[in-house]
C-alpha cells in the first residue's frame, strides 16, 4: 500500500472517530470499552470520577455509574486491572508472562522471603473472599522497605504482586478500596493465556484500532503506552515530522459527523499531550497539583471538543452540597463561533442534568 499522506484534519478525524466521540454515539457500556480497550480508574472527582466522565462523554445521558459497578461486579463483562478497567474478554492479554511476574528483583527476593504470607493471603481469601486490604492480616517476616507510599504497607505490596502474577484478582470496590479475591471467582473458565510474544502483537493491534492514529516508537509511560509498534499502516500527517500508524479500518469511510463533549483530562484523546499538540494544535496540563496562582486553566479543566478540534477548556466544579455546577470558566482557545458557543451551554446542560445538579452558575 505504501506510505498513507493524511492532512492534519483527515488525522484529527481517525483519532476522534476511533475514541467513539463522533456523532454516532455508542448505546452499550461493555462494547464501549470493548473498542476503547480501557477506562482509567481515578477518584479525583471534582465533576466525575474519570472512568464514569469518559463513559458519559460517549455514552450521554443513558449512563449511570451503577452500570459500571454491574459491569465490574455482577456480570463480569469488565475487570479491574493495574487501576485500568478492560473488557474481560482481554484478561489472557494482562496475564501473559504471569509466571515472571514481579521482573524487579528485589520484589522477587522479598517474595521469596515471604512466601508464607502469600499463602496465608491465598488461603484466606479462599475461605473469606472478597477481602478489602484492611481486611487482610500481616503476616509478613520482612517488611517492604521504600523511601516512597508502599513503605511497610506489606499487604497492599503483595496483593500488588499477587495479581501481577495471576494469583489474586479484583472483585470489586468498597467505595475507594478494592476487594480481593481468587480469580477463579472473577475470571471466566476456561481462561486462553497467550504467548508473551502474542499477547504484545495484540494489545498493539487493540491499541492503535482505539487510537486510529499512533506513533510505532516514543516515550515509555506507565501503565498504558502511547505507541503501538509497527501494526496497521505507515502514514505521514502534513506539518509533523516522522512516521505515524494508522489503523485501516479508520480510512474505509469519509463521512464524519463531529459533536461536542466536555473531555475528562485523562480521556485517551488527550492522554498523549505531544500527540495532541501535533494533530490538534492542543496545549495542555493537568493543573490540580499546581498552587491556584499558578494555573492557567484550573483545578480540574475539562478540554472541550467541538466537531474535529480541541477548541477550549472548562474550569467547572461539582458543588453537590448546593446542587449546582460553578463554571469558573470557559476558555476558548480560538474564538467561539455563535454555533459553538450555544454547543458548548447545551452540554454543560447535558453535564448538570447527569449529575442530578439543579442548576448552572457562572463566575462574575
Known amino acids: 500500500m505504501g506510505v498513507l499522506r493524511l492532512t ?8 476522534v472517530r476511533a ?22 480508574v481515578d477518584p479525583t472527582a471534582a465533576i466525575a470520577p474519570n472512568a464514569d466522565l469518559v463513559a458519559w462523554s460517549r455514552l450521554g445521558a443513558s449512563y449511570q455509574p451503577a452500570h459500571l459497578r454491574q459491569a465490574l461486579e455482577v456480570d463480569r463483562t469488565l475487570f479491574e486491572y493495574n487501576a485500568l478497567i478492560r473488557p474481560t474478554s482481554d484478561v489472557g492479554l494482562y496475564l501473559a508472562g504471569a509466571a515472571e511476574q514481579p521482573t ?6 522479598w517474595m521469596r522471603k515471604n512466601d508464607g504470607f502469600r499463602r496465608d493471603i491465598l488461603q484466606l481469601l479462599g475461605e473469606r473472599g472478597p477481602l478489602t486490604s484492611r481486611e487482610i492480616p500481616d503476616t509478613s517476616v520482612e517488611p517492604w522497605a521504600s523511601a516512597g507510599w508502599s513503605n511497610a504497607r ?9 495479581i501481577s502474577r495471576g494469583e489474586v484478582a479484583i472483585a470489586g470496590r468498597a467505595g475507594r478500596e478494592r476487594k480481593w479475591d481468587l480469580p477463579k471467582r472473577v475470571y471466566p473458565a476456561g481462561l486462553v493465556v497467550p504467548s508473551v510474544e502474542e499477547a504484545t502483537q495484540q ?7 482505539s487510537l486510529g492514529i499512533a506513533r510505532a516508537k516514543g516515550t515509555e509511560v506507565p501503565v ?8 496497521g499502516e505507515p502514514a505521514e500527517v502534513e506539518g509533523t515530522k516522522g512516521e505515524w500508524r494508522v489503523d485501516p479500518a479508520a480510512l474505509e469511510t469519509d463521512d464524519f459527523a463531529g459533536r ?4 475528562s483530562p485523562f480521556d485517551r484523546l488527550i492522554h498523549n499531550r505531544g500527540r495532541a499538540e501535533e494533530l490538534f494544535d492542543f496545549e495542555y496540563t493537568l493543573e490540580m497539583y499546581k498552587p491556584a496562582a499558578k494555573r492557567r486553566w484550573g483545578y480540574f479543566a475539562l478540554p472541550i471538543l467541538h466537531g474535529d478540534q480541541l477548541v477550549g477548556k472548562l474550569d467547572a466544579i461539582a458543588d453537590r452540597k448546593a446542587s449546582v455546577l460553578r463554571v469558573n470558566a470557559i476558555h476558548q482557545d480560538v474564538p467561539f463561533k455563535r454555533a459553538t458557543s450555544k454547543a458548548v451551554q447545551t452540554e454543560l446542560e447535558n453535564l448538570a442534568q447527569w449529575l442530578g445538579l439543579a442548576d448552572i452558575q457562572h463566575a462574575l
Open 8 to 15: 492534519r484534519q483527515q488525522a484529527r478525524r481517525v483519532a
Open 19 to 40: 475514541q467513539l466521540l463522533t456523532a454516532d454515539r455508542p448505546t452499550d457500556l461493555a462494547a464501549m470499552v470493548q473498542d476503547l480497550t480501557l477506562l482509567q
Open 104 to 109: 524487579w528483583e528485589r520484589a522477587r527476593e
Open 154 to 162: 506489606n499487604v497492599t505490596k503483595m496483593l500488588d504482586c499477587l
Open 203 to 209: 494489545k498493539n493491534e487493540r491499541r492503535l484500532r
Open 224 to 231: 498504558e503506552p502511547w505507541i503501538v509498534g509497527y501494526v
Open 260 to 263: 461536542t463533549a466536555f473531555l
